[in-house]
C-alpha cells in the first residue's frame, strides 16, 4: 500500500544568507505517471465514449458513477490483500478522523458497493451498468501504462447465465470493432472454475511445487506463499516449463463450471466471435470464478493488453451483501487510443472554425460581436478577434484558426454598411451589405448547422 507522500512544511534550520532579487518561481509540472489529456486526445476520446453510449444503449445498459476515492475495504476485500493491485499499488490515504481511503484502481468494486448501498437487488434482475471514470494505480509508469489512466466498464449483476458472459465478450468486441482495431486484438479466454474449484486447485499448486520451490523465480516464490494461480501468468521461461508440467486448472473444474464455460464458447462461435482459449489465463484479482477473459494486442500479448473481465459471484458477499452474481470487463482508454493513432484513424471532430469575424474601431468591434453571436446561435462555429490587434494580425488569427470564410468589419466598411467576406481556401474576397450579413455568409458556405437539442 502506497501512503500519499504528505507536503512538508517544515523550514530549513540552516541560516541562508538573504538574496534580495526575487526568484523566478520555477515551473510545475504534472505528477509522475500523470497526463493532461489535450484537445487531440479528446477527439478520440470523444469516440470511444459514444461507441461505448452506443452499444450500452441497444443492450440497456444505464450509466453509473461511483465516487472517485472509497473506503480502503472496498477494493482491499475485493481484489484480495494479495493482488499486485492491493498489495502495492493503491494510493491510499488518512482521512483525519483515521479512515483509509483509496483512490479507486478499478470500477467492479465501487460498482458493487454501490448495488448492495442502493438496494438494487430489488430491482428486476439483471441490473446493468456501464462507466467511464478515471482509475488510480501506483504503477511504474512507462509506454502505455499511466497513474491516472481511464476505463470504460460493463457490469452485469444480479443474473447467472453463460449468455450474458458471451454478451459481454460481443460487446467488449463490437466497441473495438466500431472503432476500427478489433483486427488489433486477440480474445483470450479460461474458466477458472468456482471458488471451491479454485481452492482445490491451488492446494494441488502448493503440493506440486513444494519441493520445486528454488527453481521458481523470486516473484513466484512469493506468489506460491499467497497466489499460486498467479505463477501461471509468469513471463519467466523457467516458471513456464515448470508450469507446463503442473496440474492444469481445467482438471478440476466441476462438470456445472466446465459445462457452462462450453456453453460461453460455444455462443461466442454463434456470435462468431473469434477466441482463443488461454489455461493459464487467470488474471490478478481474487475475486474471479468460471469465465475470464483478457483482450490482448495482438503484437504484443499479454504486455499492455487492452482489456480484461470475467464473472465474480462471489463479490457481493465479500462486500457485505446478499450473494449475487456478476460479471464486467473493462478497457483502457489509453491503450484504445495509442491502437487507434498507430492504426492511422482520424477520428471526426466538430471543432472546425467557420467564420472569423475581424474588425476595426469601437462600431466595427460592436458589429463584430453581434455577427460572431448571431452565427454561433444559427448553429455555425464563429470566432472572432475581439481584441485590438492590426488587421493584418487578426486575419493571420483568421488563417491559424482554419476558418473557412473571413467577416473583415473595417472602419470604411462599416461606415458604409458593408463587410468584406474573404474566401480563405480561394484567398478571394468581394464585398457584400451588412444587412442580413448572417443568412448571406450561411448561404455561401452550404453547410449545415450544428445544432443540438436536448431531446438528443
Ligand atoms: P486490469 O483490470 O488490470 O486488467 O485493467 C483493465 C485494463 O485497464 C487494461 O487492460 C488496460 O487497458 C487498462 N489499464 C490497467 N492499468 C493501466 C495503467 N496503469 N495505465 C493505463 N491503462 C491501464
Keep these: 500500500m502506497i501512503e500519499i507522500e504528505k507536503a512538508t512544511t517544515e523550514k530549513s ?3 541562508e544568507p538573504i538574496d534580495i532579487k526575487p526568484k523566478k518561481p520555477s515551473k510545475i509540472q504534472t505528477l509522475r505517471g500523470f497526463q493532461d489529456l489535450l484537445p487531440d486526445f479528446q477527439d478520440y476520446y470523444t469516440m470511444i465514449k459514444k461507441a461505448v453510449r452506443h452499444r450500452g444503449r ?7 458513477t461511483t465516487p472517485i476515492m472509497e473506503e480502503t475495504a472496498v477494493f482491499s476485500r475485493s481484489l484480495g490483500e494479495s493482488s499486485d493491485v492491493v498489495s502495492k499499488e493503491m494510493f491510499t490515504m488518512t482521512s483525519r478522523s483515521g479512515k483509509l481511503m483509496t483512490l479507486k484502481p478499478e470500477a467492479t468494486a465501487g460498482i458493487v458497493r454501490a448495488y448492495i448501498e442502493h438496494g438494487m437487488h430489488t430491482l428486476p434482475q439483471p441490473v446493468q ?3 467511464i471514470e478515471p482509475q488510480f494505480r501506483y504503477d511504474r509508469p512507462q509506454k502505455g501504462r499511466f497513474r491516472q489512466f481511464h ?21 467488449a468486441y463490437k466497441i473495438l470493432e466500431d472503432l476500427q482495431i478489433s483486427d488489433r486484438v486477440d480474445i483470450q479466454i479460461n474458466s477458472l472454475g468456482s471458488a471451491e474449484n479454485r ?3 491451488m492446494e494441488a499448486l502448493r ?9 521458481l523465480s523470486e516473484d513466484s516464490q512469493a506468489r506460491l506463499e499467497i497466489n499460486p494461480l498467479r505463477i501461471l501468468d509468469s513471463k519467466d521461461e523457467d516458471d513456464q516449463i515448470l508450469v507446463s508440467m503442473a496440474p492444469k486448472l481445467k482438471d478440476f473444474l466441476s462438470p456445472e463450471s466446465k459445462a457452462f464455460y462450453e456453453t ?3 455462443y461466442l462461435r454463434e456470435l462468431n466471435i473469434p477466441f482463443y482459449e488461454n489455461e493459464g489465463l487467470v488474471r490478478g484479482l481474487d475475486y474471479y470464478c468460471d469465465t475470464v477473459f483478457e483482450i490482448w ?8 493488453a487492452i482489456g480484461g473481465g470475467g464473472r465474480y459471484d462471489g463479490l457481493a458477499e465479500l462486500l457485505g451483501g446478499v450473494p449475487t452474481p456478476g460479471v464486467g470487463f473493462a478497457m483502457g482508454v489509453e491503450r484504445i487510443v495509442g491502437h487507434m493513432k498507430d492504426s492511422g484513424i482520424k477520428p471526426a471532430s466538430k471543432d472546425n472554425v467557420q467564420f472569423f469575424v475581424a474588425q476595426l474601431g469601437e462600431e466595427g468591434k460592436k458589429k463584430a460581436l453581434k455577427i460572431t453571436t448571431n452565427l454561433r446561435d444559427l448553429g455555425f462555429h464563429a470566432l472572432g478577434g475581439m481584441g485590438k490587434s492590426s488587421m493584418k494580425a487578426q486575419l493571420k488569427m483568421a488563417d491559424k484558426s482554419g476558418a473557412r470564410w473571413a467577416i473583415i468589419l473595417g472602419e470604411i466598411e462599416v461606415r458604409e454598411n458593408k463587410a468584406i467576406l474573404r474566401d480563405m481556401k480561394l484567398g478571394k474576397q468581394e464585398i457584400i451589405p451588412l444587412e442580413n450579413i448572417e443568412q448571406t455568409v450561411i448561404e455561401r458556405l452550404g453547410e449545415k448547422p450544428d445544432i443540438y437539442t436536448l431531446g438528443d
Excluded: C, W
Design 264 to 266: 460461453v464458447k460455444d
Design 207 to 215: 503440493d506440486f511445487f513444494f519441493d520445486k520451490k528454488q527453481h
Design 151 to 171: 476505463q470504460v466498464d460493463f457490469e452485469v449483476l444480479g443474473m447467472k447465465d453463460p449468455s450474458i458472459d458471451a454478451q459481454m465478450i460481443h460487446m
Design 129 to 131: 451498468l456501464y462507466s
Design 199 to 201: 481452492e482445490e486447485y
Design 297 to 304: 494486442d495482438k503484437s504484443q500479448g499479454a504486455q499492455n
Design 58 to 64: 441497444q443492450s440497456g445498459f444505464k450509466r453509473i
Design 13 to 15: 534550520t540552516t541560516e
